[in-house]
């Protein structure tokens, strides 16, 4: 005798019966079987106001999800009991049945195309994406349309001179939930709890995965490592199951969640900043998360508009201009990465000039910075020769000025200028400094373009330095 079913309800009734165990596989897909009621009869309405149609009482009896059941002798199987289902509630039940036989499979969880399907315009891809994002996330206007350019760029990382990174921060929830919205539009996106080597050492590579991390606790060395496979040919050293240990370069695209501390955000190279945490007064997420159909229609899209576009990027001269050495390079990589939409690349380029000012207004507080900037104005000066003990009488000059106590000896200052690759050497009695030939000069003028120091050493010296010109 079969119990009340309301259709309104998605997770139906059981109906007491059960049944021997289909065999388990790998797949994520569940097997499903459908009975006839047959002369059972109809399921009785709940209400007696609305009555129902007939073909909504229709009943069917479906295989639920597969339970683990220890036998008299004490062994352990699997059965499938059987629910009693109401038409309106079957494709919601089989759903159910659907995720609770989840497999554990990394590749069947991973969005693949099936296929290529028309993508529109550019624009409207683009518009298309964001949207979704915006929808997922409740990320603002400008950091979603930054998403979606980083995106775009996952498709196109193979043949791109930098695949830029993605640094995010915030709270937990909000960022989990960001990495995995990513997950229904990049390129092979894989999801990965915490990165070691020996995680990178085991992923298949030939597949150019795009690598969605969560690690609040990333280290200080597996960040460098990170920031520096955002370029081609940094080799680290791979050790898999029975092959001896060999180089590899581990370039690809890859997002971090790093927790609310934004302290590595400066170690990850080439990586762009996003902080997810929830403005004030901002309510709680709550969409659904993309459906299995637009998460696919996405990716085949997406598969349409590498395929088109993947000659075009690969020869495009794109360049943005006006922002600072680091931010540069990660415009340059997604701006190319955006065909025939030349507004959106001038957006692109907008959305990344706080970023840019704020790289420089961090560099410029920065040790190293100080002590090239104050070199390149005492070279500036037309000496023959700049001593360390000036350059660093330079740097607390500055630091005076600006009304800050902290002083730097000379002996760090050195540290910092040879860290930068400016290596002073014995000028006699008075101590170390750089002799201003050609080749100091050109290299120092190097150095500072490097460091942002060009456009801003105090002076007018620098107004008519040819080499200044040149590095510009």
């Not at 043949?159 to 990174?165: D, R």
Request: proline share 5%.
């Amino acid at each position: 005798m079969h119990e009340e079913t309301n259709d309104d309800n998605p997770f139906p009734v059981e109906s007491g019966t059960s049944a021997r165990a289909l065999p388990q596989t790998d797949t994520s897909e569940a097997v499903t079987s459908e009975v006839e009621a047959g002369d059972q009869g109809r399921i009785p309405s709940i209400s007696r106001k609305r009555p129902e149609p007939q073909a909504a009482r229709a009943v069917h009896t479906l295989q639920g999800i597969a339970e683990s059941l220890r036998g008299e002798d004490g062994s352990l199987n699997s059965f499938h009991f059987g629910y009693s289902v109401g038409s309106n509630s079957a494709r919601k039940f089989q759903e159910m049945v659907a995720k609770g036989q989840y497999a554990r499979d990394p590749l069947q969880s991973v969005p693949f195309p099936t296929g290529k399907q028309d993508h529109g315009t550019t624009g409207a891809l683009f518009a298309r994406i964001k949207q979704a994002i915006a929808e997922q996330t409740q990320l603002s206007d400008a950091n979603s349309a930054l998403l979606t350019y980083w995106v775009l760029s996952t498709w196109f990382q193979d043949i791109l001179p930098v695949a830029p990174g993605l640094a995010i921060t915030g709270w937990a929830y909000e960022g989990d939930v960001v990495l995995r919205t990513l997950k229904a539009f990049c390129y092979h996106p894989a999801l990965v709890a915490g990165i070691t080597s020996a995680t990178l050492n085991d992923f298949y590579w030939d597949r150019k995965p795009t690598l969605l991390i969560s690690d609040p606790n990333l280290s200080k060395r597996m960040a460098v490592l990170l920031g520096s496979s955002t370029s081609r040919g940094y080799l680290a050293f791979r050790k898999v199951a029975g092959r001896p240990t060999s180089p590899f370069d581990y370039f690809s695209s890859k997002a971090v969640f790093l927790g609310e501390d934004p302290q590595m955000v400066s170690v990850l190279q080439h990586f762009l900043h996003i902080n997810v945490s929830p403005a004030h007064g901002v309510e709680p997420l709550r969409a659904s998360p993309l459906s299995d159909k637009a998460t696919q229609d996405f990716q085949n899209q997406l598969l349409s508009y590498r395929i088109k576009s993947l000659p075009h990027a690969y020869t495009s001269d794109f360049y943005a201009a006006g922002l600072s050495s680091g931010v540069t390079s990660i415009a340059n990589a997604l701006g190319k990465c955006i065909v025939d939409a030349p507004d959106l690349q001038a957006e692109l380029v907008t959305l990344l000039t706080p970023y840019s000012h704020q790289q420089i207004a961090e560099r410029v507080d920065d040790l190293g910075t100080l002590a090239v900037g104050a070199a390149l104005s005492l070279c500036h000066q037309g000496k023959a020769q700049v001593l360390v003990g000036e350059i660093a009488g330079e740097v607390n000059r500055v630091l005076k000025g600006r009304g800050e106590r902290l002083q730097f000896s000379p002996e760090k200052v050195g540290h910092r200028l040879k860290k930068a690759g400016l290596l002073s050497r014995r000028m006699g009695a008075a101590g170390n400094g750089f002799l201003m030939d050609n080749a100091t000069q050109v290299l120092l003028h190097q150095v500072a373009e490097a460091y942002g120091c060009v456009s801003l050493t105090e002076g007018s010296d620098n107004l008519h330095c040819l080499l200044c010109e040149e590095n510009k």
